[in-house]
């Protein structure tokens, strides 16, 4: 196989209780790549269209991960990756972690696969330092794995794929407005109380128990978070009654996904989300605010091949 052309989703990563370790998976909402083998010996960013992006491949996320990938495997097997951007940088759906998973994924694949889809989270992670300053996995691991994911541990690394009940819907509303995920860490206190820690372990621990059991009502009671939205939610324009509409009109629950600006409404089945989308749109369009809306099922493949 000399080419590959995939599709690498977009992802919604905390999910409110897990800050930095939860994240799952969206269907219809991605990049398109194409990753060619080169006889040069280099990695090279050909093309990337929708956004302006930098070609030069230390400098980009994908180049970056391929790096690391290629320099475990010892090989110097050269690659020219093409990125057709379809996730806005500083949308908070993983637009960094796409373009970092997708180009491990297909290089792997064109060396052999000499690493599993779980080894490939830590050079997709590199991806997500050069674009944060922080090398988390939790939206390139359900990139890579599909559905929801857990990061038990980061060191040692450690990635638990979980159960998604066939359901859940995510409708995703983005400003168009861009938010920095190095500015939005920023902004979070770096220590909590006892008493609100205590309340998100809580949570975490019942939303998992909630993906096994497939409790919807439990999901939905676990989606809370006193320690990163109170701060965040400031930058999101409307947070909270767009919060309070998505409740009010059946919503399973309510959050900031990832850093932002984009929010989450979880919901029970196609007609709950349809309604909530259709709240949310209404909402923003009186504000004469730009924004972008989706409808997903929870993709539980993760990266896919295109033919």
């Known amino acids: 196989m000399e080419e590959l052309r995939i599709f690498a989703p977009a992802t919604v990563a905390n999910l409110s209780c897990g800050f930095d370790v939860l994240g799952c998976c969206l269907e219809n909402v991605g990049d398109e790549m194409l990753i060619r083998k080169n006889d040069l010996r280099e990695i090279r960013i050909t093309k990337i269209t929708g956004q302006e992006l930098p070609l030069e491949s230390d400098r980009n996320v994908a180049g970056v991960a391929v790096q690391a990938l290629l320099k475990e495997a010892r090989s110097t097997q050269g690659f020219d990756i093409e990125i057709d951007k379809k996730i806005k940088a500083g949308s908070g759906i993983g637009s960094s972690a796409a373009s970092s998973a997708g180009a491990v994924y297909a290089v792997n694949k064109l060396l052999g696969e000499p690493f599993s889809k779980n080894e490939l989270i830590k050079f997709a992670m ?26 038990k541990s980061y060191e040692p690394l450690e990635v638990l794929k979980l159960p998604s009940p066939p359901e859940l819907r995510m409708v995703i509303l983005h ?70 509409i998505a409740l ?50 929870i993709n539980t493949q993760g990266i896919k091949e295109l033919s």
Not at 266 to 285: I, Q, S, T
């Open 248 to 297: 009010e009109n059946g919503a399973l629950g309510f959050g900031i996904s990832g850093s932002g600006p984009s929010v989450f409404a979880m919901c029970k089945g196609e007609e709950n989300a349809e309604n909530v989308r259709g709240k949310l749109e209404g909402f923003y369009a009186d504000k004469n605010i730009a924004f972008e809306l989706h409808l997903s099922k």
């Open 126 to 151: 590199e991806g997500e330092r050069l674009a944060s300053g922080n090398a988390h996995a939790d939206n390139v691991a359900p990139a890579l794995l599909g559905g929801f994911s857990l990061v």
């Open 175 to 244: 400003p168009l407005i861009e938010i920095k995920t190095r500015d939005s860490r920023a902004v979070i206190r770096q220590n909590v109380s006892l008493q609100k820690a205590i309340f998100q372990w809580g949570n975490l621990a019942a939303l998992v128990s909630s993906l096994y059991t497939e409790d919807y009502a439990l999901l939905g009671r676990s989606l809370k978070d006193e320690i990163i939205e109170p701060f965040r939610s400031i930058l999101i324009p409307h947070f909270d009654k767009l919060k309070a």
